[in-house]
């Protein structure tokens, strides 16, 4: 059998601490190749090995059968390897030629020749299907664009194996769908592909075979067609996984969250929220559906006082919050998982107590007088560590230092913990693996049974049939309709959220329903 | 190695490369290396009353250091400590000569109205950052010239077209006569506890209040301080301001202990520009600051005698000092060398 590269017995240290140990990775050339295993589990380890990042302890690397040492990342792309990274690392205000030329430039007696630069471009784009404008600036195109400005880049060096880092992370189900017939065109145009993900859907889909990796240690490959989701989950976590949400009948009661006819502006003062209604309930779950970029982030933002309201009013515990300071929104019983956990959601360079103390630092029992008790931020801190499973090595840790999940187990240890009467809770689960997202799903209906009310917003459709108890669909800032979800389907919402009503005509202004 | 012995190592090594490379330039200059740091030492070491001047000369950095460190903290540069220094100088030596009052209220009338000064001329960056988005740097460098010239005038104008304001009264006075009397008529001054204090407070401020808390969170994540509900710009000025009151303070401390009084001068003290240095190299925290105004503060007191003591010219010496302060600065080098030294012992 040929492969194109194979990774044998690799193994890293970091200190005392194994990341990847005796990991075996063999590519074909032309499939499709998913690596999958938690978040923390040395995916990204075993592949900054790969692309010369790290130097590996043991083992041996082959690419087309010979024996190799990348010891930089310029060895990777001399033979032929190149990666799609997660966070791109495009130049927001250079164009698309610009940025895939960047530290490769042609030039002509010594001035860039971006000409011929684009032309090469464009016709890399048409061939791979990707559609990419050339001369289009990185910060006007959208995340699902900046992404294939990221694969021409790889495939202008020349790149004939490419990585991709968990690339679904943070696109739309439509740009999802894209990027798959991109991936299985750039395999019929003779690439090969290692898909670096913990979504099994996906790998499903796709993938021609699984090497899973759990806790450093590789524990095999499978043929995915041999295979069914159930056996990868436990494959990845070592135990059996439970899919299907399991929860009581809602049981709503009086209103929590009241948004009245809500008009909010985004930062260039355009409406994305155009008149929006919606009520959440105490004891119930509502699910916010929608793509991203119909106001949902202006909406959460408005309602959590980090974004003012240009008109209409928020009500929560019918207590008027329109245009109040985040601070008096969270003292009147708000508890908000934010979407960017990294901008919003923790001082990364704070330590884990720290951050377990940023909504609470200014009040008994945590300070007296302006002076911070620091024995309690730890008794806290030790108390969230302990119930919300946050695998850190102390509260001391500094949060930077912390797996994704481990992140948002803390900030929603954080936010629970204060007993809000209303949890927001936007993207929760976002970039988490199975496990933690299963744990947090539990989180958020232990609340609801508790009586509180939940409003969550996410973009996976399967997350909002399961966890919630309503749906709202948004589109174009407004709340198009309100749904069961036993009563809906998934090829439903996706038409409401693109716009069209249940009969297939276009959701037209002032038709839309108020939400209870 | 353990940790512990890298971070003793680390500053020991690299003051003894700095002093040897500083050692080449002496010899490639034709002078004797061995008897200009001699000279070095002595004037830092030699007798009590270099003892004294050297401690005398730490004073004002501890404080010009604390003030950018501080500001840092925050996300802020606060360039404009020599400016904030220069206000607080003279209005220190304002009040000590304008008003008579006894000593109990009069000194500390006079290091609170620096303070006081320092803080205000730092509130103007600060407001200007915080409501109009004008970056500090930009503005706190323009201070620095309003403040020098400014304070020219206003000294002109007290003495009647003199350089000098006259001496402060003796009530605002910080001069010690139980240090004159063990350090030889040194100018050490009582002020160095004063400097001491404030670095207590800087530490107390930052690692035990709510004020430090949000102060530390707004510098390290302003997106995520006012998502947990602190107001940013209050944030802003306020550390503007305490960071400008310790430059103040460094001001008093010139007023009302080394020289008793205020002139015209022709330029920077530099002090509040050094300071920048002080914080750098104390990595902004209350007792890397004493650590890095001590070194700044001996090695500029003791190269004082290396011109008379070992015929070496001034310029040399601010050469050699400088490698000094440079190898001492780049630490991580070594740091750097160490842990490669250590990676490939483990491989091993």
Request: overall charge neutral.
């Amino acid at each position: 059998m040929d492969y194109v590269i194979e990774m044998l017995g690799i193994r890293k240290e970091f200190g005392s601490f194994v990341a990847n140990d005796n990991i075996t990775l063999q590519l074909k050339k032309g499939e499709i190749h998913a690596l999958l295993g938690e978040n923390g589990a040395g995916k990204s380890t075993l592949m900054n090995v790969l692309f010369g990042l790290y130097q590996p302890e043991a083992g041996e690397i082959k690419v087309n059968g010979k024996s190799v040492k990348i010891t930089d990342p310029n060895v990777a792309n001399d033979l032929g390897i190149g990666m799609v990274h997660q966070h791109f690392m495009l130049v927001e205000k250079f164009t698309v030629t610009e940025n895939i030329i960047l530290g490769n430039e042609l030039t002509k007696s010594g001035i860039i020749n971006i000409k011929d630069a684009a032309k090469k471009i464009q016709s890399l784009s048409e061939m791979y299907g990707l559609e990419v404008d050339p001369y289009a600036k990185i910060e006007d195109i959208s995340v699902g664009m900046q992404q294939r400005v990221e694969i021409l880049k790889t495939l202008y060096r020349g790149a004939e194996i490419l990585i991709f880092d968990e690339p679904t992370a943070s696109l739309t189900p439509q740009e999802i769908h894209e990027l798959i017939q991109i991936m299985k065109r750039l395999i019929q145009e003779g690439k090969s592909i290692i898909l670096i993900t913990h979504k099994l859907q996906e790998i499903m889909d796709v993938s021609d075979r699984v090497t899973v990796i759990r806790k450093g240690e590789g524990i095999g490959t499978v043929i995915t067609k041999e295979t069914n989701p159930n056996e990868l989950a436990s494959l990845m976590v070592g135990r059996q996984v439970d899919f299907t949400t399991v929860k009581d009948e809602a049981n709503p009661t009086e209103e929590s969250l009241v948004v009245n006819n809500l008009v909010v502006t985004d930062y260039r003062g355009i409406e994305k929220v155009k008149g929006l209604n919606l009520t959440v309930r105490k004891g119930e779950i509502v699910g916010i559906a929608g793509i991203d970029g119909n106001g949902q982030s202006e909406l959460i933002e408005s309602i959590t006082g980090l974004r003012k309201v240009k008109s209409g009013s928020i009500k929560i515990n019918g207590q008027d919050v329109t245009n109040k300071k985040p601070r008096q929104i969270t003292e009147a019983g708000v508890g908000h998982i934010p979407q960017d956990r990294h901008k919003h959601g923790l001082v990364m360079d704070f330590s884990i107590g720290h951050n377990i103390a940023l909504q609470t630092y200014y009040a008994p029992p945590i300070s007296k007088n302006g002076i911070i008790d620091y024995g309690k931020v730890s008794e806290l801190a030790q108390k969230i560590i302990k119930d919300y499973d946050v695998r850190t090595q102390g509260e001391e840790t500094l949060a930077r230092s912390l797996s994704g999940g481990n992140q948002q187990k803390a900030i929603i240890g954080r936010e629970v913990i204060r007993n809000p009467e209303l949890l927001i809770a936007a993207l929760p689960t976002r970039g988490l693996d199975v496990g933690a997202i299963e744990f947090i799903h539990q989180r958020l209906i232990e609340q609801r049974d508790k009586g509180k009310a939940v409003l969550l917003l996410s973009f996976e459709l399967d997350e909002v049939m399961n966890v919630s108890d309503r749906i709202a669909v948004i589109y174009d800032g407004q709340i198009v309709d309100t749904l069961q979800p036993k009563d809906t389907t998934e090829q439903e919402l996706g038409l409401l959220m693109a716009g069209q009503h249940k009969t297939g005509k276009d959701v037209k202004q002032g038709e839309q329903q108020h939400v209870e | 190695m353990s940790n512990r012995l890298v971070n003793i190592l680390v500053p020991v090594i690299s003051v003894i490369l700095g002093l040897l490379v500083g050692a080449i330039v002496m010899l490639v200059s034709g002078y004797d290396p061995v008897k200009g740091y001699t000279a070095l030492w002595n004037g830092i070491f030699g007798d009590s009353y270099a003892i004294g001047e050297t401690i005398r000369q730490i004073t004002p950095y501890l404080l010009s250091g604390l003030a950018v460190a501080f500001a840092f903290r925050t996300g802020l540069f606060n360039i404009g400590v020599e400016g904030q220094l220069l206000v607080g100088w003279f209005a220190a030596a304002y009040v000590g000569v304008a008003f008579d009052l006894p000593m109990y209220i009069h000194l500390p009338f006079a290091i609170i109205a620096a303070a006081v000064a320092g803080g205000l001329w730092a509130l103007v960056p600060g407001l200007l950052k915080a409501k109009l988005q004008v970056h500090e740097v930009i503005v706190t460098i323009m201070m620095n010239y309003i403040a020098l010239h400014t304070t020219n005038v206003l000294i002109r104008a007290m003495s009647d077209g003199g350089e000098n304001t006259g001496t402060i009264k003796e009530t605002a006075s910080l001069k010690s006569v139980f240090f004159e009397s063990i350090t030889d008529y040194s100018r050490l001054h009582y002020g160095i506890f004063i400097a001491l204090a404030m670095v207590l407070v800087m530490w107390f401020i930052l690692e035990k209040t709510t004020i430090g808390f949000e102060l530390k969170a707004v510098g390290f994540n302003k997106n995520a301080s006012e998502y947990a509900g602190m107001n940013v710009n209050k944030n802003i000025i306020l550390s503007m301001v305490i960071s400008g009151a310790f430059a103040g303070l460094a001001g008093a401390m010139e007023a009302l202990g080394t020289f008793q009084y205020a002139s015209v001068k022709g330029g920077f003290t530099g002090i509040g520009f050094d300071g920048i240095a002080v914080a750098l190299l104390g990595a902004n925290t209350p007792l890397g600051v004493v650590f890095g105004a001590t070194l700044f503060g001996a090695l500029k007191y003791g190269a004082l005698n290396m011109p008379n003591a070992a015929d070496i010219p001034v310029e040399i010496v601010s050469i050699v000092i400088a490698i000094i302060i440079f190898f001492v600065a780049c630490g991580y080098v070594i740091r750097y060398f160490l842990e490669k030294k250590n990676k490939k012992k483990e491989a091993k």
